[in-house]
């Protein structure tokens, strides 16, 4: 049963940098599978950040691709979350999830973590 | 950033047929891209119900269904059970975006 956990600080200030890691269990990160994070704050409802497949390559959200950096980490079947310059409006439950994508005939997301907020505030 | 539209709400007795629709545009569904459905309990994992419009992964009761027509498509959640009050997503590729793109979100409350 793949599963995946998300950890990081829960409370980021103004400006700084937002950083996440998704853990990943029960499945290889090296496997056929994109890796990707997902934000839902109230006032936006569910977001796309970005994704990327264990050879490194990455998709990002347009509105967020200036200000994000997701990295895959394979040796800790790992990956990561960057995002600079935060605001109040990135406050938001942020999760990780494992989905089928770009070359695979299908775009969906099979599991998911459990999330974590992020409280953007001074 | 929610690009399919669906109703803040929908409720059904016990044992009843329940159904939740999900609108999108010629850049998503109309390009001919799968809906695909998950069920949410707040503070869990969110579960994917419902793959490529219609098909259920395994596990998942088959009183729930999907479809899609045009621009449009449905979750059904038939012989509607206390379990299943949750909140139920669709998603799929949007190719303005060139990414994922996710329902408003419905709530189902069992009367």
């Known amino acids: 049963q793949v599963q995946l956990q998300e950890s990081g600080p829960g409370l980021v200030k103004p400006s700084e940098t937002l950083s996440l890691t998704c853990a990943v269990s029960g499945h290889s990160i090296r496997s056929d599978y994109y890796w990707g994070w997902i934000r839902q704050s109230p006032g936006k409802g569910l977001e796309w950040i970005g994704s990327?497949?264990?050879?490194?390559?990455?998709?990002?959200n347009p509105s967020l691709k200036s200000r994000v950096t997701i990295s895959v980490h394979t040796s800790r079947n790992q990956f990561s979350l960057k995002l600079t310059s935060v605001s109040a409006a990135d406050t938001a439950v942020y999760y990780c999830a494992r989905h089928f994508g770009w070359g695979q005939g299908t775009y969906y997301v099979d599991y998911w973590g459990q999330g974590t907020l992020v409280t953007v505030s001074s | 950033q929610s690009v399919l539209t669906q109703p803040p709400s929908v409720s059904g007795a016990p044992g009843q047929r329940v159904t939740i629709s999900c609108t999108g545009s010629s850049s998503n569904f109309g390009t001919g891209y799968d809906v695909h459905w998950f069920q949410h309990l707040p503070g869990t994992a969110p579960k994917l119900l419902i793959y490529g419009n219609s098909n259920r992964p395994s596990g998942v009761p088959d009183r729930f269904s999907g479809s899609k027509s045009g621009t449009s498509a449905s979750l059904a959640i038939t012989g509607l059970q206390a379990e299943d009050e949750a909140d139920y997503y669709c998603q799929s590729y949007d190719t303005s975006l060139s990414g994922y793109v996710f329902g408003t979100g419905t709530k189902v409350t069992v009367l």
């Open positions: 990327v497949y264990h050879s490194g390559s990455t998709y990002y």
